[in-house]
């Protein structure tokens, strides 16, 4: 009974230590969250676990304070969390055991869950501007009424973000900067940020607005021209015309005094054979007037532009009023009729008349008031 009883208890302590040596023994797994770890309130995101061997059981936790606590257990490797709210907000790491459950694998390396929309968002600027030439630096500046402690620059399709302690102004906002460049064909793209609290490191506010950061000079310039002219009459329809007979660009952009007015154009073959985009800006006004340059790009790189065209002037002067003349009124007609120049010195006459008449009658009042007063003085 005795060397029964001792074999069964030395198996079981070797078993037992055969289990706890194979602790850890397997490589450990990756955690990975799609389709971002940066997660709207309200949304879903499903984080996965990958593992070398193939593990027969997953299991997910969530790192409270110093220690894990076991989120879910089960025997597939995807894991489902939503509609999020800030409780989700978070580090994870996930493990995986084989069939007997006695072998678990370390526990992957931590990934960070960011629920966002938990305040107001911040805005973002770009100083001197977004359009930066290969080499050159460009200053993101992210600020906001809400004194957040903390700023961060992400840019859209990275998996990495950067950190920003913020300054807080006797203006009541906060501000940080972030400093990029020089820059290259890499650091162009699209940039927002978020402010977050430092108690609450994995809640962030609301996305900036976004911020396209381009980098220009990556090709030969296109040129810029205007349908009938860089000098139009206002009403006048206003197209400009980008073109490059040079590179094969599959797409142009318009900008005036620096902003981006709008979404590129194709390009479109043109009566010469050149690539062109054809820029309709509608009935013209004057706050069409300004400078204008246009860019080459093609669609497999949105960020990568061509050096700028040279600036085109545009004004838009005068009016255009195609209206019926008036039959209660032949000045109409031949006003009408009359060129621009013309018919501002006739304006010009008839103002100085319509004073002259005033000033005519105002000196026949005074002379007919003073002349009785002398008239009595004579007598007397």
């Not at 989120?71 to 894991?79: A, K, R, S, Y």
């Not at 073109?243 to 043109?270: T, W």
Request: proline residues 8%; glycine residues 8%.
């Amino acid at each position: 009974m005795c060397p029964t009883l001792l074999s069964l208890l030395s198996l079981g302590i070797c078993v037992s230590l055969r289990i706890w040596a194979a602790v850890g023994e397997y490589e450990k797994p990756s955690l990975s969250a799609r389709p971002s770890t940066v997660v709207p309130l309200g949304q879903t995101v499903t984080l996965q676990c990958h593992s070398g061997p193939p593990f027969a059981i997953f299991r997910l936790f969530k790192r409270v304070g110093t220690s894990l606590h076991k989120i879910q257990e089960q025997h597939f490797n995807t894991f489902t969390l939503g509609p999020v709210t800030t409780e989700h907000a978070g580090s994870y790491t996930c493990s995986g055991a084989d069939w007997s459950r006695f072998v678990w694998s370390d526990v992957s390396d931590p990934l960070p869950i960011m629920v966002t929309d938990a305040s107001t968002k911040p805005s973002i600027s770009a100083h001197p501007g977004p359009l930066v030439h290969a080499g050159e630096n460009v200053t993101l500046r992210c600020h906001s009424s809400v004194l957040f402690e903390t700023f961060i620059l992400h840019k859209k399709s990275s998996t990495g973000h950067f950190q920003r302690r913020g300054e807080t102004f006797t203006g009541g906002h906060a501000r940080a900067d972030f400093f990029i460049g020089p820059m290259t064909a890499g650091s162009a793209g699209t940039y927002r940020c978020y402010g977050s609290v430092r108690h609450s490191p994995y809640e962030w506010s609301a996305p900036s607005d976004p911020v396209d950061i381009i980098i220009t000079d990556r090709s030969r310039k296109p040129s810029l021209s205007a349908h009938g002219g860089p000098v139009v009459r206002s009403g006048e329809n206003v197209t400009l015309v980008c073109s490059s007979s040079e590179i094969d660009f599959d797409q142009f952009h318009l900008l005036r005094e620096g902003e981006n007015l709008g979404r590129p154009l194709a390009a479109r073959r043109g009566p010469r054979g050149a690539l062109q985009a054809e820029f309709p800006l509608g009935p013209g006004t004057p706050a069409h007037s300004g400078v204008y340059r246009c860019y080459g790009s093609f669609s497999r790189s949105p960020y990568s532009w061509s050096d700028s065209s040279d600036p085109l002037f545009l004004s838009v002067t005068g009016s255009t009023t195609s209206t019926c003349p008036s039959t209660m009124d032949p000045h109409t007609t031949e006003e009408a009729r009359l060129p621009q120049g013309h018919s501002s010195q006739l304006h010009l006459l008839l103002r100085l008349s319509v004073a002259f008449i005033y000033t005519s009658i105002f000196l026949a009042v005074l002379v007919c008031h003073c002349l009785p007063t002398k008239t009595h003085q004579q007598r007397m």
